[in-house]
């Protein structure tokens, strides 16, 4: 007979095993080209944000963080902002969604060192939120479109 405490992990693998896939597809994340570069379309971007009257939470530069622990990493910035009138509007009808807001961009240099733009689409937190009547999604994806295409053209 085999000893239960030998079968623990076995136990503990198969059940990660049995978790489902991450709940992000790939179509709630869109994804843009930039002409600039990282930093110049961060910029462009944080600017955009400032000139709109929304509040700029963070800025965070991933590959200065990398290489404060001694690692390397591709350019990599994000932007944390919002509107907390519409940040709220959205959070009334699910507070949870507050998870996934404000609202984050990431300005990176991908695989072939060509700057790229991705964020979440607004409308993906209908999937994950009980969100669905909030008018104020529509907005925020009308608005996250036009900001990160003026910030990268």
């Known amino acids: ?18 978790q489902a896939e991450p709940s992000v ?8 080209s930039s002409k600039h570069t990282v930093k110049q379309t961060m910029d462009r971007l944080e600017s955009i944000v400032k000139e709109k009257g929304l509040t700029i939470f ?54 072939d060192g060509k700057t790229a733009i991705a964020y979440h689409n607004p409308q993906a937190l209908r999937k994950h939120y009980a969100v669905a009547e909030s008018p104020a999604l529509v907005m925020a994806e009308g608005a996250l479109g036009k900001i990160t295409s003026e910030a990268a053209n």
């Open 58 to 111: 963070a800025r965070i530069d991933h590959q200065a963080g990398a290489e404060k622990v001694g690692m390397k990493m591709a350019e990599a910035e994000v932007l944390i902002f919002g509107n907390p009138k519409m940040g709220t509007a959205i959070m009334k009808f699910d507070t949870a969604a507050g998870l996934d807001l404000p609202l984050r961009v990431l300005v990176y240099a991908d695989k």
């Open 25 to 32: 597809s790939t179509d709630d994340i869109i994804h843009k």
């Open 1 to 18: 007979m085999i000893p239960r405490l030998l079968l623990l992990p076995f136990f503990v693998l198969f059940s990660f095993s049995l």
